[in-house]
């Protein structure tokens, strides 16, 4: 059973100490299954998230053919040791102008990207469609970049979105081929490619895992282009994969971790010296900290792993926040004139999906604080940028929008009943607002499905394996338990 329709989260109103595992990244592990599905040989991911957005892409790889087992995690029960026996950049099943291949992407955007650039290298017909959200996202940079490869993509509606059925240059099918000679992997050889990263990063990330097995050349181009966080992951990740078969640790999710880390800036702050049973004396709290995310990524694939150092630095100098967390490594004083200065945090630049945790904070801030570069997350599971400043402004925060920036002031905050659109990030920012907040209740809970199904258990679940917070039936009252806060 999922979470009631309404849930409310009770403020911890004491200090917590807590080492939080989180799954495995949802970025990492849909690209690795494509990097898997072209390797020639069987490849084992160890830590991949298991949530909504990586069983989809599961299934959709399954139906084209190949074969993919899961099995447990003792470590994570939302991870699983993931098996896929790659076909050496052969696609093994197509379907046919009156019979495509049918692919449901739901609301993954990474599925159905991914998979969109994949099915190019089979045989055949594919039809790919999803939930009327996906079918309202971007996909027209995509969609050209891969006419611009020979492929035919006709979207139904002729709007350049889902659904859209994709013709590979297979000729096994009856389509008919583009190129002299060519067919399944072979097509495209020699073919080359724009394709802008203006709307969705994505776009590029699906070509590029693609681009070696399809014999593709793919120019990416638009703002930031260079250092864009996310292709960037998929270079350094086609780099490290297996191409003939092995093992491939997946990194747990450093935007799932953020929300933990912004915890323990909410929550209250335990004395300046503590009793250690261990050593027997009182030792500084500041060597110690408050919540820990297990195994938290240093690769620098990434992006959100600079959360971390973001509320060691700029938290406390931006937000007010206590200082008192941290690991007794962290410099309070590093890039102080920088920080303040601008008080300027952009998503291109400093934060991926962590900054829409970082809003929630802002409220706590000792000074306004702006939000740049926002326009991405205006195209995602909803319009985050209307949303997080609605529902910041029904809890009492002065929020002001303009172009694709939010500027947050100080506020005092107080309950409300917070709509998450269906979005597992909203629902998780202000689950973490609610630890500070009396009276957050949140409607659809369960959406965090999506990426962490169980996210909830992981707040209510006691210490040091759980933050310790009661969360209730809105409508009843009732504390619900870890099993009925699993989101399925």
């Known amino acids: 059973m999922p979470p009631p329709d309404i849930i409310e989260i009770i403020p911890l109103d004491k200090p917590v100490r807590a080492e939080i595992t989180v799954p495995g990244s949802k970025s990492i592990t849909n690209r690795a299954l494509i990097l898997a599905a072209l390797a020639e040989g069987e490849c084992t991911l160890l830590g991949g998230l298991w949530s909504e957005d990586t069983q989809i892409m599961v299934e959709g790889l399954q139906e084209l053919g190949f074969m993919v087992n899961a099995a ?9 040791t993931i098996t896929v026996c790659g076909k050496g950049g052969l696609v093994p099943r197509g379907g046919t102008e009156q019979e495509p291949v049918d692919l449901f992407v739901g609301n993954a955007g990474t599925a159905a990207r991914f998979l969109a650039a994949l099915v190019c290298l089979g045989q055949g017909v594919y039809r790919l469609h999803g939930v009327p959200r996906m079918h309202q996202r971007p996909q027209a940079g995509l969609f050209s970049a891969l006419r611009q490869l020979g492929y035919e993509v006709e979207s139904e509606n002729q709007d350049n979105k889902l659904p859209v059925k994709i013709s590979s240059a297979g ?7 583009r190129f002299a000679g060519g067919g399944g992997q072979f097509a495209g050889i020699g073919r080359s490619c724009s394709v802008s990263i203006e709307e ?12 070696e097995a399809g014999k593709w050349q793919v120019e990416v181009s638009g703002e930031n282009a260079e250092e864009s966080p996310y292709v ?8 490290a994969f297996p191409k003939r078969g092995g093992t491939f640790q997946i990194e747990p999710d450093a935007s799932s971790g953020s929300y933990f880390l912004a915890a323990a800036k909410l929550v209250p702050q335990s004395e300046p010296l503590e009793y250690s049973e261990q050593f027997g004396v009182a030792i500084p709290t500041t060597q110690l900290r ?24 700029a938290a406390p100098l931006l937000f007010g926040l206590p200082l008192g967390s941290g690991d007794g490594q962290e410099d309070p004083a590093k890039g102080t004139e920088e920080i303040i200065g601008g008080a300027e945090i952009s998503r291109d630049r400093d934060l991926g999906d962590s900054i829409m945790t970082a809003i929630v904070l802002a409220p706590f801030a000792v000074a306004p604080v702006r939000f740049t570069d ?14 997080l400043r ?32 269906n979005d597992h990030r909203m629902a998780m920012c202000f689950a973490i607002l609610g630890l500070k907040v009396p009276g957050i209740k949140l409607k659809n809970a369960a959406c965090v499905k999506k990426t962490f199904p169980n996210f909830f258990p992981k707040l209510a679940a006691p210490p040091p394996h759980g933050l310790g917070a009661k969360i209730l039936d809105a409508k009843t009252g009732r504390t619900l338990t870890c099993d009925e806060l699993f989101s399925e």
Request: net charge neutral; proline share 3%.
């Open 72 to 80: 447990s995690d003792a470590a994570e029960p939302c991870n699983r």
């Open 232 to 239: 960037r992951l998929t270079s350094q990740l086609i780099k």
């Open 390 to 421: 609605t529902e910041l402004t029904k809890c009492g925060a002065k929020v002001v929008e303009e172009g694709d920036s939010l500027t947050v002031y100080p506020s005092k905050l107080h309950g409300a009943e917070i709509e998450t659109y």
């Open 374 to 387: 926002l326009r991405r997350l205006r195209l995602q599971e909803c319009e985050r940028v209307a949303a």
């Open 200 to 211: 969705s990063s994505q776009f590029a990330s699906a070509l590029l895992l693609c681009a």
């Open 290 to 313: 408050a919540v820990k995310v297990a195994h938290w990524p240093t690769s620098g694939w990434q992006v959100d792993q600079h959360f971390d150092g973001f509320l060691g630095t």
């Open 171 to 177: 000729t096994s099918s009856g389509v008919q081929s």
